[in-house]
């Protein structure tokens, strides 16, 4: 049995949407990045990272410091099919300005741990040990479309280490409607006997792939594609399957930390009502409006980076003073 092809073509528009119903643009936009003469965040190069050894496997990190030993941390958590460079490599250095900053590949992802199949929950796991690893009590968490799930799965099973929250193009769950309730779970079963066919896919990427990225982006658009080639198409049934699993709802009005909300004003993947349905059930949640659509991190990095610094502003700047260090 062949899974189906995903196809990332075609024209800016299309960017706004891979699956109308629940998946997401970034990785469609990262490929459009690579494939034609978007222009891309003005970065000559990205911090160096290094593979730390969790509990369940290794997984590469970036570390970079902050202005001084007691700035506060924030962890960032990136998109669904890309990986912690590739999301986040626009903001990384603008960041350090004032936080320490750590980024981690998920699982499934870039050289993230290869788990039998991949869970949310795990990935939180995961984001807990890196803080063990670094020698960090608690940060600011962030997240991205997929990596704002895990975020929130991060407040809700280690509410410890987390000083606030800062959810970008992300939603509560994905089975709004009556498409996605009927494709998350087709995606489920069509995945179960596939999982070790995929995972094995999977694996024979990452033990081809160098075992640190390349950090100079002399020739972006071939750093780009790198990155982009580092996570494997058949990651992302498997994902997705998950992804359509969780839903915070039934908890995320109990978060008790400093919480912004990045809205993507003309998001298709991820619909605006959603993300806005997610800040409402956030007690005290700040809402931050970027103009573009669910690719903005990416393709209107211009108009889109100011909103999400603001937003780690506004979080970091209610943090209590005893939870500014990171």
Same mark, same amino acid.
């Given at each position: 049995m062949r899974l189906p092809q995903l196809v990332w073509r075609g024209s800016r528009a299309a960017t706004r949407t891979v699956y109308r119903v629940g998946a997401v643009g970034a990785r469609r936009a990262a490929a459009l990045a690579v494939r034609r003469a978007v222009q891309l965040p003005p970065v000559e190069s990205v911090p160096e990272g290094r593979l730390v050894e969790l509990s369940g496997g290794r997984t590469f990190v970036v570390d970079v410091?902050?202005?001084? #030993?007691?700035?506060?941390?924030?962890?960032?958590?990136?998109?669904?099919?890309?990986?912690?460079?590739?999301?986040?490599?626009?903001?990384?250095?603008?960041?350090?300005?004032?936080?320490?900053?750590?980024?981690?590949?998920?699982?499934?992802?870039?050289?993230?741990?290869?788990?039998?199949?991949? #869970?949310?929950?795990?990935?939180?796991?995961?984001?807990?040990? @890196?803080?063990?690893?670094?020698?960090?009590?608690?940060?600011?968490?962030?997240?991205?479309?997929?990596?704002?799930?895990v975020a929130q799965e991060v407040w809700h099973a280690h509410p410890e280490?987390?000083?606030?929250?800062?959810?970008?193009?992300?939603?509560?769950?994905? %089975?709004?409607?009556?498409?996605?309730?009927?494709?998350?779970?087709?995606?489920t079963l069509a995945m179960h006997p596939l999982s070790r066919v995929a995972?094995?896919? @999977?694996? %024979?990427?990452?033990?081809?792939?160098?075992?640190?990225?390349?950090?100079?982006?002399?020739?972006?658009?071939?750093?780009? %594609?790198?990155?982009? #080639?580092?996570?494997?198409?058949?990651?992302?049934?498997? @994902?997705?399957?998950?992804?359509? %699993?969780?839903?915070?709802?039934?908890?995320?009005?109990?978060v008790d930390v400093p919480a912004a909300v990045v809205v993507t004003a003309r998001d298709k993947a991820i619909p605006t009502r959603r993300q806005r349905k997610l800040a409402a059930a956030i007690p005290d949640a700040s809402v931050h409006e970027a103009p573009g659509g669910h690719a903005s991190i990416v393709l209107d990095h211009e108009r889109w980076t100011p909103v999400f610094l603001d937003a780690v502003a506004t979080v970091t700047g209610r943090l209590p003073a005893r939870r500014m260090v990171g």
């Amino acid at each position: 049995m062949r899974l189906p092809q995903l196809v990332w073509r075609g024209s800016r528009a299309a960017t706004r949407t891979v699956y109308r119903v629940g998946a997401v643009g970034a990785r469609r936009a990262a490929a459009l990045a690579v494939r034609r003469a978007v222009q891309l965040p003005p970065v000559e190069s990205v911090p160096e990272g290094r593979l730390v050894e969790l509990s369940g496997g290794r997984t590469f990190v970036v570390d970079v410091p902050g202005p001084h #030993r007691d700035a506060p941390t924030i962890v960032l958590l990136h998109a669904l099919g890309c990986t912690a460079y590739l999301t986040w490599f626009g903001v990384l250095g603008e960041l350090s300005r004032t936080h320490r900053v750590v980024a981690l590949d998920l699982r499934w992802h870039g050289r993230g741990i290869r788990s039998p199949r991949f #869970r949310i929950g795990d990935c939180a796991a995961d984001v807990a040990g @890196v803080l063990d690893a670094l020698g960090i009590d608690s940060a600011i968490v962030a997240g991205y479309s997929l990596g704002g799930a895990v975020a929130q799965e991060v407040w809700h099973a280690h509410p410890e280490r987390v000083d606030g929250l800062v959810l970008a193009s992300t939603a509560r769950n994905l %089975r709004g409607h009556a498409g996605e309730r009927l494709f998350f779970p087709v995606m489920t079963l069509a995945m179960h006997p596939l999982s070790r066919v995929a995972l094995a896919k @999977v694996e %024979r990427l990452a033990a081809a792939l160098p075992e640190l990225p390349p950090v100079h982006l002399a020739d972006g658009i071939g750093w780009g %594609r790198s990155e982009f #080639r580092s996570t494997s198409a058949w990651s992302m049934p498997e @994902v997705l399957s998950e992804l359509g %699993r969780f839903n915070s709802a039934p908890w995320i009005g109990s978060v008790d930390v400093p919480a912004a909300v990045v809205v993507t004003a003309r998001d298709k993947a991820i619909p605006t009502r959603r993300q806005r349905k997610l800040a409402a059930a956030i007690p005290d949640a700040s809402v931050h409006e970027a103009p573009g659509g669910h690719a903005s991190i990416v393709l209107d990095h211009e108009r889109w980076t100011p909103v999400f610094l603001d937003a780690v502003a506004t979080v970091t700047g209610r943090l209590p003073a005893r939870r500014m260090v990171g």
